[in-house]
């Protein structure tokens, strides 16, 4: 028996799921009605938070914080954002095809738990974290995902959005994505920096990749090697090969790991240049 | 199975229904109102045959529960024209020879519909992009890119 229910609140969503914690949360449906084509009896009920207004804001300024049921084609084309936080709009774009990314929302991109989610690694090297409602928690992204489809989210919990500070503006930034076609393409490896660029120094940057491990996850030792480097003397060989060292892929329909491991270097040091040139400054590479 | 109302808008004309929970909008659409136009392929969002129109928005319509539907307006390939009065863009594949087996043709024009509803003067490379959830399985993207461009341009024979 598949019940429906479309709460009109958020403390009316967060009491429903108390109660009913086995119904499944469902937004704009184009991962779960995806999942559930091929498991349609095993889905005991629905609860819809796709109309939720509360959930549907953008706050920009210092500090932006975005709504969970805001869509991927509302980030892609949102002109502050456009403007102050491209690296997130790209990878809001890099979503789907125009229908997924009319439909598909942020809460539901990260709460699928995908190692290769299009938003989770422009959101990590951003420093998002998340918010959650139900038990009332907020998270850093990068420890919400504890693995394959799996979050840190109670069966009660409900992700209300993401907020994060803008990035400066000495930061530059780079999301490239590796996948068999230009749309709808799964990743088989993507990767997102964000670097800080003061008189020819690289004074801070974060790396997330995704696909190349059971979650996305941060280079911190590739960062630690490139941090602090001056930019006419990047060891861009030496933190390719750090890079491709501390990924853990894995082999399935779209790659194999030693693929993912070979492709996820120059991927990261194309990425690493652009978010480079992005902040300003012009590498000499 | 529970049934639950919903009052939604179809090409212009208010329905009202009872539906179970697991109801998608192309079952809706396809089997309780016999609109045939809207196709249905792969039924997981890959390829864009079932494309609609809900509140203006290009929308794989089988990953859309009826329910969620609720009150809005959704415009399907019937609602665009009919042969009394074709759209502009329905007359642009018939003159560029747009359509192959035809079954990608629905989700093609309402993909199209919506690339233009947002952006009236796409660039050829805009158009390829607008069509990237859409497939072709006969492969013949390049006269339904060169009949969207008919119309950007304003190049059709009337």
Known sequence: MTTYFAPSTLSEAVAYIHENQTAKIIAGGTDLLVKRYEELDSMTGFMDISH??????????????????????????????????????????????????????????????????????????????????????????????????????????????????????????????????????????????????????????????????????????????????????????????????????????????????????????????????NAGVEPDA | MPKYPIELKINGDKYSFEVEADLRLVDLLRNHLQLLGTKEACGKGECGACTVLMDGKSVASCLVLALQANGSEIITVEGLGGEAALHPLQQAFIQYGAVQCGFCTPGMLMSAKFLLDNNPRPSREEIRAGLAGNLCRCTGYTKIIDAIEAVVEGRLER
């Open chain 1, 52 to 277: 939720l207004a509360e959930l549907k804001n953008i706050k920009t300024g210092e500090e932006v914080q975005i709504g969970a049921m805001v869509t991927h084609g509302e980030i892609a084309g949102h002109p502050w954002l456009l403007q102050h936080v491209p690296l997130l709009c790209q990878g809001a774009a890099a979503v789907g095809g125009p229908q997924i990314r009319n439909r598909g929302t942020l809460g539901g991109n990260l709460a699928n738990a995908s190692p290769a989610a299009d938003l989770a690694p422009p959101l990590i090297v951003l420093g998002a974290v998340a918010e959650l409602a139900g038990p009332q928690h907020q998270v850093p992204l990068e420890e919400f995902f504890s693995g394959p489809g799996k979050t840190i989210m109670q069966p009660n919990q409900i992700i209300t959005g993401v907020k994060f500070t803008k990035p400066a503006a000495n930061q530059g930034w780079a999301y490239l994505k590796l996948g068999k076609r230009k749309a709808m393409a799964i990743a088989t490896a993507s990767v997102a920096v964000l670097v800080a660029v003061e008189d020819g120094q690289l004074t801070d940057l974060r790396i997330c990749l995704g696909s190349v491990a059971p979650v996305p996850s941060r280079a911190k030792k590739t960062e630690e090697l490139l941090r602090g480097q001056r930019l006419d003397s990047l060891e861009l060989a030496a933190a390719q090969a750090q890079l491709q060292a501390e990924i853990s892929p894995i082999d399935d329909i779209r790659g194999s790991a030693e693929y993912r491991r070979q492709a996820a270097g120059p991927l990261f040091r194309r990425a690493l240049l652009q978010a480079i040139k």
